[in-house]
Each structure stands twice: as C-alpha cells, then as structure tokens.
T-cell receptor, first 112, second 109 residues
Framework: DAEITQSPRHKITETGRQVTLACHQT?????MFWYRQDLGHGLRLIHY???????NKGEVSDGYSVSRSNTEDLPLTLESAASSQTSVYFC???????????FGQGTRLTVV | RKEVEQDPGPFNVPEGATVAFNCTYS??????FFWYRQDCRKEPKLLMS???SGNEDGRFTAQLNRASQYISLLIRDSKLSDSATYLC??????????FGKGTMLLVSP
C-alpha cells in the first residue's frame, strides 16, 4: 500500500546542532508539506512544495529549510536547532492544492 | 477574523449522545472543506470531505452552509472511541489547506 513515512519518530538533539527530519511518500503526490504542532497553536505550516525543485515558505519558516530533489522525499532541516523548535513535526502530501492531505506519523523532536 | 475558527471545547458527552461541532471560515471564496480527526499525540486523519449537498458516513454527517460560512459535523450515538480532537480544514484558493485548531470531544461511559 502507498504510504507516507517519517524518520526518526523521536529525536533528542542539542542546541546549535543541524538536524534533518526525513519524509518519504509512495503515492507519487506532487504536493508535500511540513507542519509543526504545539499546544495552543494547532498545526502551523513550515514549508511546502508543489513539485520537484519547488519549495515555498509557510508561516513559521525561520530556522528551517527544505529541498525537493525527487517526487518522493521532502527532508526538513533545522539549520541550528533551538529550544523553541522542540515540537512534534508532521509531514503530509496531497494530489493537488485543494484536495485532502495525508499525514505521516510524526516526529517528536526535543532540543536540549 | 481568523481564517478558520473552532470552539476548542472540550465537549463532554455521555455514550450514545448526539453532538455537533461548527467551524466558521472567513473567505467566502473557499472551495474545499474537510473534517479530520486527531487522536492524542497521533497524526491527523481524514474523517470526511464536506460537500455542498452535505454528506453522511455512518454516524457522521457533515454540512456546509456557504451563506453563513460555516461547516458542521454531527456525530450520532457517540462511542468512547469517538473521543478525539476534530479539525476543521478549508482550502480558500490561496496556497495550501488551512487547519483550525480543533475541537476536543470527550465521550464518557
């Protein structure tokens, strides 16, 4: 079955380190998204991509970057991890902009 | 006004009760509407799409009211397993889906 997977599921890192969270989907969806979810804020969009080599900033993009070198993967990089980036990160994909998105199981990141 | 607004709850209901949530959206040109369910510390999962004519899936009924710019979700005969947070999602024609912060439902025995 087609799916979307994130790795790692849990990670603890130190302040200042570079961290990359992986997202891989096998639906051949053009659109991929990264969200973070914190108590009181709901899901907040970090970056998104409409296709290979396309990337766009979301509402909370500072300190994060993405690259899209193929259809299946959209890795999220924290350039220099900060304690404020401790959160649960969800990757999602969709067929088109207006259709439902399907989520990965999430990565729980703790920055100490 | 926020793009998508939901009452955060929690809605506390007994098993077997009927419960309804509303969600308002600000952009009258919004095109697509969805309800997602999110269990604690898990990923959001699509519950149902919301069509102009309304739609039903078992105990769940979704309605769209374009004139008043809200969508609703009705759950009949609530089960303990319905306890979750329900997210309202709207595509307004801009770039991406907009998620509400969610309404928490707690179903008790």
């Amino acid at each position: 079955d087609a799916e979307i997977t994130q790795s790692p599921r849990h990670k603890i890192t130190e302040t200042g380190r570079q961290v990359t969270l992986a997202c891989h989907q096998t639906w051949n969806h053009n659109n991929m998204f990264w969200y973070r979810q914190d108590l009181g804020h709901g899901l907040r969009l970090i970056h998104y991509s409409y296709g290979v080599h396309d990337t766009n900033k979301g509402e909370v993009s500072d300190g994060y970057s993405v690259s899209r070198s193929n259809t299946e993967d959209l890795p999220l990089t924290l350039e220099s991890a900060a304690s404020s980036q401790t959160s649960v990160y969800f990757c999602a994909s969709s067929v088109s902009r207006s259709t439902e998105a399907f989520f990965g199981q999430g990565t729980r990141l703790t920055v100490v | 006004r926020k793009e998508v607004e939901q009452d955060p709850g929690p809605f506390n209901v007994p098993e077997g009760a009927t419960v309804a949530f509303n969600c308002t959206y600000s952009n009258s040109a919004s095109q697509s509407f969805f309800w997602y369910r999110q269990d604690c510390r898990k990923e959001p999962k699509l519950l149902m799409s919301v069509y102009s004519s309304g739609n039903e899936d078992g105990r769940f009924t979704a309605q769209l009211n374009r004139a008043s710019q809200y969508i609703s979700l009705l759950i009949r005969d609530s089960k303990l397993s319905d306890s979750a947070t329900y997210l309202c999602v709207v595509f307004s024609g801009y770039s991406t889906l907009t998620f509400g912060k969610g309404t928490m439902l707690l179903v008790s025995p």
